[in-house]
């Protein structure tokens, strides 16, 4: 019995099986396939004691699971709701603005050290006064370390995200979060549409920046509300003083880990399991978009968002979303760095797809969505019923209930259309920006 249950928890720790190498559990019937043929009372006997050995083994393996899978879990299990949310969110922005706020003194301490003169702690409090005193050289003390600034608090973020979302979700994040592996296919079909995603979006802030800019005008209060909110523009003095590689720890890995813990490891597992899927997706998406301000990037990031926690369910896995949220980034990151050398080409920050390029990109995500959906992990009983905690979930099944994942197979030939589609998008894409680059180098000399 020891060796049967290591064998299902090796099954439930590996990749999902694919669904046609999975097939529910069957009895032996022979013994009764002959008493039907055969009129012999001996037989007949037989096939009786089978029937009643056979309901005496299901009477005692099957209910246990049977009932665990279908019985409605524990009100406290269902994690949070749709106030303690909106308090996490705002918990976000608290984390971010102290976090930015110790850098930024960690700074002007570093600095007032270079400036202190040994033995003399009058000019060194007057170099201080005049620090604060000047404005301008305060804020150029802070644009000339915005690096710094960014990397501590963003550093700080993480740590105290990581933190908070195990003391709320458990210190069992494995079976909590559905801390599993991603098979080759969804690895693929998550980087393929990660291009064209990434750049709908981001035409999607063009168009909102440029409605915002107009509607802003009439309220000039407003206009100034969000002057500084918008993280494109705070980004872009990094462009030439940051090594990409930094850019994309700072930009990418960092918000990759510490939003997903919270937005959906947190924020998303409770609000999808309280109100259902859709409705729990809607709620969350709309909180994550939310913590970026500035109206046109919210507005512009609720696809990202629907489509980040949509790989979550499909997957079961918290490594899925990590994974597109940090391509995205990266991305990003790349283009950031790249800035200064593409203006004036049509990859520059301030165009955006065409029409047609836009309904192109918007087709292959959605296709990729489908492949997806076509592929999406699902939890199977010993009895071939779908395992479910009574709610909508991505958490692991308890290892007393045998249940392994299972990989639907999909249709291959839309699969494949998915991966080439958009990886052939991808491709043109790289070449046009390899492109761009060379232009621009051969302009500079």
């Not at 249950?5 to 099986?17: C, H, K, M, V, Y």
């Not at 209060?221 to 940051?242: H, I, R, T, Y």
């Not at 507005?299 to 926690?309: Q, S």
């Amino acid at each position: 019995m020891n060796s049967e249950r290591d064998i299902t928890d090796g099954l439930a720790d590996s990749e999902p099986l694919e669904m046609d190498a999975f097939r529910p559990n069957v009895v032996d019937r022979t013994v009764e396939s002959v008493a039907n043929d055969v009129s012999d009372p001996e037989m007949t006997e037989a096939a009786a004691f089978h029937d009643a050995w056979e309901a005496d083994a299901r009477a005692e393996v099957e209910p246990a699971t049977e009932q665990l899978a279908s019985r409605p879990a524990p009100r406290g299990k269902f994690g949070i709701g749709l106030t303690e949310a909106v308090l996490w969110t705002l918990g976000v922005l608290l984390v971010h603005l102290v976090g930015g706020i110790v850098a930024m003194v960690w700074i002007i301490a570093a600095h007032v050290m270079e400036a202190a003169v040994p033995g003399d702690p009058q000019a060194t409090q007057a170099a201080v006064m005049a620090l604060f005193n000047d404005r301008i050289a305060l804020q150029t003390l802070i644009n000339n370390n915005v690096l710094t600034l960014l990397v501590g608090e963003m550093g700080i973020f993480v740590v105290c995200a990581v933190t908070a979302s195990l003391l709320r979700v458990g210190w069992s994040p494995r079976e909590r979060l559905g801390l599993t592996t991603i098979s080759v296919k969804q690895l693929a079909l998550i980087v393929g549409m990660t291009v064209p995603l990434s750049l709908v979006c981001g035409t999607l802030h063009q168009w909102t920046t440029a409605g915002w800019e107009i509607f802003a005008e009439q309220f000039p209060a407003l206009q100034s509300m969000f002057e500084g909110a918008d993280v494109n523009q705070q980004l872009k003095p990094l462009s030439d003083k940051a090594p990409l590689g930094l850019l994309v720890l700072v930009i990418a890995l960092a918000p990759a880990i510490g939003e997903e813990i919270v937005f959906r490891g947190v924020i998303g597992r409770g609000l999808v399991a309280r109100y259902g899927v859709l409705p729990g997706v809607i709620f969350t998406s709309l909180l994550f978009a939310s913590v970026h301000l500035h109206p046109a990037h919210v507005v512009a990031l609720l696809p990202l968002a629907f489509l980040i926690h949509y790989v979550y369910l499909v997957t079961r896995s918290f490594w899925a979303p990590v994974l597109l949220h940090f391509a995205n980034n990266a991305l990003a990151a790349i283009l950031l760095k790249v800035s200064s050398q593409l203006e004036g080409s049509p990859l520059a920050e301030d165009q955006g797809l065409p029409i047609w390029g836009f309904a192109v990109a918007c087709v292959l995500v959605g296709v990729a969505v489908r492949a997806l959906s076509q592929s999406r992990v699902e939890y199977r009983l010993p009895s071939g019923a779908i395992w479910s905690p009574g709610y909508s979930s991505v958490e692991r099944p308890p290892a007393e209930t045998q249940a392994v994942p299972v990989q639907l197979r999909g249709e291959p030939v839309l699969c494949g259309f998915a991966l080439a589609s958009t990886f052939l998008f991808t491709g043109v894409f790289a070449a046009s920006l390899v492109g761009a680059l060379q232009d621009s180098a051969v302009l500079a000399q």
